[in-house]
């Protein structure tokens, strides 16, 4: 068996190096096979032509502000502004500034798109890397994703009409250190099946409604990320229409913005931690225009000790738990509310584990267990 084992293991090992080898020989290869072409706008290039008649592998270098629209219809075209390029469409443009139609692996790197109806489309299975790209003055989306996988790295997508991004209809984004600010509606919207998936540090603040919104099945998945969502105009993060979100471990803050801090809504689930994982984190809910945490409406709420809810200074309840809604809350704090410490209400369903609040008001007829009572 000792021998097996030993076998076994050397098989295994023999196998990652192979794997790891073959890997670095396809980036290689890969990096070896691109074609840089420098295109540079402010020498009278025209990057429209330049992407119409692009390769496979072909690296487009943006010098100075190029005029859009243009649409990527081959795999594996990447367009390099090196921090400083800008496209930017005439005022009577319709459609994107980018559209990214279908393809596989196009990159958009270090650049910023601007005046469209979108900063940048990807649809149709398309497969897109944003780097370092910054999507602004759009007249609805910074970036919308349709059906599609996008992956961006450093997005600063701000002041637009509508939404930083915009994942619907079955998409895939995967966000790390985004900025989403200042938009006319929300930050980020995940609806339609869509994911969205948090990494490393995201901001969403200053946009005119919700600064997080999810529904009907979108969801959002993160695990030991950073996010901060502050002075948005309504909630700080909505769940509705049976929205999901599942939180493992990280640093959540979410605070001063005009309603709820987080609202679950309309048959929506919420998962802050898993014990059973072990991933830590922590939920700060301060200083919102209405309740901390919100369960309503049937929605399901769960907080794991591994990840307690901290909420304070709001102007509503720190928790409250109305209209059908279930929660299971451990270890957390609703104290310094001007709405008390937790509210439940018309049938909704509450137990409590440890933590501390400011007493428990009753509407209704409820169901409360745990270190809480009725008064």
Same mark, same amino acid.
């Given at each position: 068996?000792?021998?097996?084992?030993?076998?076994?293991?050397?098989?295994?090992?023999?196998?990652?190096?192979?794997?790891?080898v073959l890997f670095a020989l396809a980036a290689s290869a890969a990096a070896q096979r691109e074609v840089e072409v420098p295109v540079d706008c402010s020498a009278g290039d025209d990057l429209s032509d330049a992407v119409s008649v692009a390769t496979p592998d072909t690296v487009l270098m943006l010098t100075g502000t190029c005029e859009g629209p243009v649409t990527i219809t081959q795999d594996r075209v990447t367009l390099d502004g090196?921090?400083?390029?800008?496209?930017?469409?005439?005022?009577?443009?319709?459609?994107?500034?980018?559209?990214?139609?279908?393809?596989?692996?196009?990159?958009?790197?270090?650049?910023?798109?601007?005046?469209?109806?979108?900063?940048?489309?990807?649809?149709?299975?398309?497969?897109?890397?944003?780097?370092?790209?910054?999507?602004?003055?759009?007249?609805?989306?910074?970036?919308?994703?349709?059906?599609?996988?996008?992956?961006?790295?450093?997005?600063?997508?701000?002041?637009?009409?509508?939404?930083?991004?915009?994942?619907?209809?079955?998409?895939?984004?995967?966000?790390?250190?985004?900025?989403?600010?200042?938009?006319?509606?929300?930050?980020?919207?995940?609806?339609?099946?869509?994911?969205?998936?948090?990494?490393?540090?995201?901001?969403?603040?200053?946009?005119?409604?919700?600064?997080?919104?999810?529904?009907?099945?979108?969801?959002?998945?993160?695990?030991?990320?950073?996010?901060?969502?502050?002075?948005?105009?309504?909630?700080?993060?909505?769940?509705?229409?049976?929205?999901?979100?599942?939180?493992?471990?990280?640093?959540?803050?979410?605070?001063?913005?005009?309603?709820?801090?987080?609202?679950?809504?309309?048959?929506?689930?919420?998962?802050?931690?898993?014990? *059973?994982?072990?991933?830590?984190?922590? $939920?700060?809910?301060?200083? #919102?225009? /209405?309740? +901390? %945490?919100?369960? @309503?409406? &049937? !929605?399901?709420? *769960?907080?794991?000790?591994?990840?307690? $809810?901290?909420?304070?200074? #709001?102007? /509503?309840? +720190? %928790?409250?738990? @109305?209209? &059908? !809604?279930?929660?299971?809350?451990?270890?957390?704090?609703?104290?310094?509310?001007?709405?008390?410490?937790?509210?439940?209400?018309?049938?909704?369903?509450?137990?409590?584990?440890?933590?501390?609040?400011?007493?428990?008001?009753?509407?209704?007829?409820?169901?409360?267990?745990?270190?809480?009572?009725?008064?």
């Open positions: 068996m000792t021998t097996m084992t030993a076998t076994v293991r050397a098989i295994r090992g023999s196998l990652t190096l192979l794997a790891t090196r921090g400083d390029a800008v496209i930017r469409v005439p005022e009577d443009a319709e459609g994107p500034v980018v559209h990214v139609d279908g393809v596989r692996d196009a990159r958009l790197i270090g650049l910023t798109v601007e005046g469209g109806q979108h900063g940048v489309l990807a649809e149709r299975m398309a497969t897109v890397e944003l780097r370092d790209v910054t999507s602004r003055g759009n007249a609805s989306h910074g970036v919308e994703v349709i059906n599609a996988f996008v992956d961006a790295d450093g997005l600063h997508a701000h002041d637009n009409g509508r939404v930083g991004i915009n994942v619907n209809r079955t998409a895939e984004a995967r966000l790390r250190n985004a900025v989403l600010e200042n938009n006319g509606i929300s930050g980020i919207i995940s609806f339609n099946g869509a994911i969205v998936r948090l990494e490393e540090r995201n901001v969403v603040r200053g946009n005119g409604a919700q600064g997080f919104t999810l529904g009907m099945n979108g969801m959002l998945f993160t695990i030991g990320a950073e996010l901060i969502v502050e002075d948005n105009g309504a909630e700080g993060i909505l769940l509705q229409q049976s929205g999901h979100a599942q939180f493992l471990g990280g640093d959540v803050q979410v605070r001063g913005n005009g309603s709820d801090g987080i609202a679950a809504d309309f048959g929506s689930t919420l998962a802050l931690g898993i014990d *059973a994982f072990q991933v830590p984190g922590s $939920v700060v809910t301060e200083n #919102n225009g /209405g309740a +901390g %945490l919100l369960a @309503d409406r &049937g !929605a399901i709420v *769960a907080v794991e000790s591994i990840m307690p $809810v901290t909420a304070s200074g #709001n102007a /509503g309840p +720190g %928790l409250r738990v @109305d209209d &059908g !809604a279930q929660a299971t809350i451990a270890q957390s704090t609703f104290t310094g509310n001007e709405g008390g410490g937790i509210q439940v209400a018309f049938g909704g369903s509450l137990t409590v584990t440890g933590g501390e609040h400011d007493g428990v008001s009753c509407e209704g007829t409820v169901q409360v267990r745990g270190d809480v009572a009725c008064p």
